[in-house]
């Protein structure tokens, strides 16, 4: 794994064509906690010497997959998601917490309930005691190609009227790093300069508003 910040680290690049994808393991006082998931079964080893796991937390069911396991056995973590991405998640392993609509914290990590991209999708912020604030947007708002996008799965219950909501949630946060968990193109993550944030969401929006019309 690789360290990016004093209390986060990121893992092997996971490349499958279409996308990429990163997880994230943030080092805290209440227990390390992986955000997303992982590919390479060495970074467990990584893992372990930086103190092993308490929690996985995934944004959606995109983020699932036979490796979810092979986490639980080596640390007896606790898997947990959106209540609604149950249902797929278990097709691959046990769900320990499943967070109600009412859900709006892990310690210190903030759950934000934000349905769009499929009908369960969860993003996650922390305010780092080092000084960063981390935002983990899952696929609600990735990177492609160094330009902000969206993707909703309606098969998954996405619908671009909940995401358009959930976009405006996110707009009430100042992130110093926001984090993806797919990608396309090189960038898995970005450090928003002072207005950008908010700028990228506004633009987004008004070309969603357009379609909803």
Same mark, same amino acid.
Request: charged residues 30%; aromatic residues 8%.
């Given at each position: 794994?690789?360290?990016?910040?004093?209390?986060?680290?990121?893992? %092997?690049?996971?490349?499958?064509?279409? =996308?990429?994808?990163?997880?994230?393991?943030?080092?805290?006082?209440?227990?390390? %906690?992986?955000?997303?998931?992982?590919?390479?079964?060495? /970074?467990?080893?990584?893992?372990?010497?930086?103190?092993?796991?308490?929690?996985?937390?995934?944004?959606?069911?995109?983020?699932?997959?036979?490796?979810?396991?092979?986490?639980?056995?080596?640390?007896?973590?606790?898997?947990?998601?959106?209540?609604?991405?149950?249902?797929? @998640?278990?097709? /691959?392993?046990?769900?320990?917490?499943? +967070?109600?609509?009412? /859900?709006?914290?892990? &310690?210190?990590?903030? @759950?934000?309930? %934000?349905?769009?991209? %499929?009908?369960?999708?969860?993003?996650?912020?922390?305010?780092? !005691?080092?000084?960063?604030? =981390?935002? +983990? !947007?899952?696929?609600? +708002?990735?990177?492609?190609?160094?330009?902000?996008?969206? +993707?909703?799965?309606?098969?998954? &219950?996405?619908?671009?009227?909940?995401?358009?909501?959930?976009?405006?949630?996110?707009?009430?946060?100042?992130?110093?790093?926001?984090?993806?968990?797919?990608?396309?193109?090189?960038?898995?993550?970005?450090? !928003?300069?002072?207005?950008?944030?908010?700028?990228?969401? /506004?633009?987004?929006?008004?070309?969603?508003?357009?379609?909803?019309?």
């Amino acid at each position: 794994m690789k360290q990016l910040y004093e209390d986060l680290w990121q893992s %092997t690049l996971h490349d499958a064509g279409a =996308y990429r994808s990163h997880g994230y393991l943030l080092r805290r006082p209440e227990g390390n %906690t992986l955000i997303y998931s992982i590919s390479d079964e060495a /970074d467990l080893d990584a893992i372990e010497e930086l103190g092993g796991l308490e929690h996985q937390l995934l944004s959606h069911r995109d983020e699932s997959g036979p490796i979810l396991n092979a986490v639980r056995d080596r640390f007896d973590s606790k898997l947990c998601c959106g209540v609604l991405e149950v249902p797929a @998640i278990s097709a /691959d392993a046990a769900v320990d917490v499943a +967070f109600e609509a009412d /859900d709006v914290s892990l &310690g210190e990590i903030e @759950i934000i309930h %934000t349905p769009g991209h %499929t009908d369960g999708s969860v993003c996650f912020f922390y305010r780092s !005691p080092h000084g960063k604030s =981390y935002l +983990f !947007p899952g696929d609600t +708002f990735f990177r492609n190609e160094g330009k902000w996008s969206i +993707f909703v799965i309606e098969q998954a &219950g996405g619908s671009y009227a909940e995401l358009a909501r959930s976009l405006e949630r996110l707009r009430e946060l100042e992130p110093d790093v926001v984090l993806c968990s797919a990608f396309v193109g090189e960038e898995a993550l970005v450090e !928003p300069k002072a207005g950008e944030w908010a700028q990228a969401i /506004d633009a987004r929006l008004e070309r969603m508003r357009a379609r909803l019309r």
